[in-house]
């Protein structure tokens, strides 16, 4: 009887000159061909990315001006200094509203408490938009009371000219004393 030898094996599969995807075998050939396209195409896919990136965050940012303009135009609109000093002497509360991962990233001021004042458990987490975190009735919530462009009462914080990084700083360190809330996607 003629004994018979299996292939080593690694993740269950076995070592020999075959791609597995998706459990199927790409016989050699035709494997070092897809490696070699996939390689040809990373660097072409990086180069058409960068730009549709940049012009992506321009059309945010021109989106963003626009829409800081409207908010002066209606007496809604605040410098950052004067929204921190607002805080710093015991007045009102932030909101840092994200509206997704790619952004915009508002900041808004309101003469309220809104943690004292919501009828649902305020958010606390620095960037809310990461998970499913049970917030959604105070997002909906502090969105129609404060941040509609219509019948909203807080005041955009113009953070135009201030440093990114300060100010998520300066919003953690409230967060932690419960003066900024923040809050997910709509």
């Known amino acids: 009887m003629k004994k018979e030898y299996l292939p080593k094996q690694s993740f269950g599969y076995p070592l020999d000159s075959c791609w597995h995807i998706t459990g199927k075998r790409i016989p050699f050939p035709f494997s070092l061909v897809a490696a070699v396209l996939f390689l ?48 710093e002497g015991g007045r009102g509360s932030l909101v840092s509203e994200y509206a997704s991962l790619g ?28 998970e499913d975190d049970g917030f959604d009735d105070f997002y909906v919530w502090c969105a129609d009371k404060y941040m509609d462009p219509k019948t909203g009462g807080a005041k955009l914080v113009d953070t135009e000219a201030t440093d990114g990084n300060g100010i998520q700083a300066t919003l953690d360190a409230y967060m932690q004393k419960q003066r900024c809330v923040s809050i997910g996607p709509v």
């Open 103 to 130: 952004g915009p990233h508002r900041v808004w001021w309101t003469a309220d408490d809104v943690v004292s004042s919501s009828p649902f458990a305020p958010c606390f987490v620095p960037f809310p938009y990461v």
């Open 40 to 87: 040809l195409l990373m660097p072409i896919g990086a180069l058409v990315y960068g730009p549709f990136t940049a012009l992506h965050m321009r059309r945010v940012k021109r989106r963003e001006r626009i829409f800081a303009a409207q908010m002066q135009e209606i007496g809604r609109l605040i410098s950052w200094e004067d929204a921190v000093a607002q805080i």
